[in-house]
């Protein structure tokens, strides 16, 4: 499966954003869906996963300021990113797998997309 974001782009803090992710090669739905992050000189980090069933998880960080989601009909992921804070700046990236048995291992997704660059400035 091949994945391509968007979306991102340079916000003050308290903004919003919305990534997509649109996928395309494969059956979506037999995919869980994952957001991970990248800051400068950083480890990438987990941010939000939605499994097959549907079920979401969040990091910590992001809990209750970001919300993960996708339309099937449009092969499509998407991060709505609310309340967003300086230490949220990174390359966010959109990974897929058919199999994730922890969904914060970077080395649990096979398939990744280039990223997309997000700035919250303070």
């Known amino acids: 499966v091949q994945l391509a974001e968007s979306g991102g782009g340079s916000v003050q803090a308290g903004g919003s954003l919305r990534l997509s992710c649109t996928a395309s090669?494969?059956?979506?739905?037999?995919?869980?869906m994952g957001w991970f992050r990248q800051a400068p000189g950083k480890e990438r980090e987990e941010v939000a996963v939605?499994?097959?069933?549907?079920?979401?998880t969040y990091a910590d960080s992001v809990k209750g300021r970001f919300t993960i989601s996708q339309d099937n009909a449009k092969n499509t992921l998407y991060l709505q990113m609310n309340s967003l804070k300086p230490e949220d700046t990174g390359m966010y990236y959109c990974a897929a797998d058919p199999v994730v048995y922890l969904w914060y291992r970077v080395e649990q997704y096979s398939f990744w997309g280039q990223g997309t660059q997000v700035t919250v400035s303070s």
């Open positions: 939605i499994d097959k069933d549907g079920s979401t």
């Open positions: 090669g494969d059956t979506y739905n037999g995919y869980c």
